[in-house]
């Protein structure tokens, strides 16, 4: 099956085409805006290079966040849309802490007692989950600050993954890291493959958007 996934969350525009579970090609830039408006004609291009056609497509798989509340609402607005193109097709929505997991499946020697998903919010605070060794959810997604995550970490083996991870740790926490890998943004791949998962179990998650907090909102003056 054809399954293309894409990701407008954070800080980048990301775009991944696989069959079944490995990855035929890809398309990342580093934005922190603009990038609803690249992601169209990207996939137009993504496609056509690789000969496929959006009739040839089986699935779609949107990263539905945290992250910017307009690149969130851009990625899963476009799946929809897609949806509605095609009736058929599977369109499954994949949270970045999930996502984000997918390389600690494949690395289980990285795997420490709690894992933590750290996921920069460009704010005081920072997006974040915490996961057992057996990568089970321990919380719920949440958005708070360096310090009180900190505390629901210590006395333990911690592996922390994300994009959030660099500014998590720019000064010292105390925690007894296992394993710290920083991200730019989100491996694209990741979103697919979860997504490609869902189908074989098939629970499909339909994308909803997954905010934490409120959007950064003011009044004209």
Known sequence: MYNLA???????????????????DSYSQAMDFGQAEVLIPQIKILLEK??????????I??????????????SISAARAFGLAKPKIAICGVNAFDAYLVSLAFAPDEI??????IIETKRDDFYYQIFDSE????????????????????????????????????????????????????PIENVGLCGYKQYLRKRVDYPKPLYLRAPDVCLKK
Do not use: W
């Open 6 to 24: 894409f990701d407008t969350t954070a800080a980048a525009c990301s775009i991944a085409l696989l069959q079944d579970d490995k990855m035929l």
């Open 50 to 59: 690789n000969q496929i056609s959006f009739d040839d497509l089986d699935m």
């Open 61 to 74: 798989t949107v990263c539905t966040g945290p992250g910017s509340f307009t690149g969130v609402r851009s």
């Open 112 to 117: 420490g007692f709690y894992n933590a998903v």
């Open 135 to 186: 990568l089970k959810a321990l919380t719920e997604p949440a958005a708070d600050t360096r310090e009180n995550i900190i505390a629901q970490l210590r006395n333990k083996k911690v592996t922390m993954i994300g994009d959030g991870v660099e500014r998590f740790l720019m000064s010292p926490t105390g925690l007894s890291l296992h394993y710290v890998k920083d991200e730019n943004f989100l």
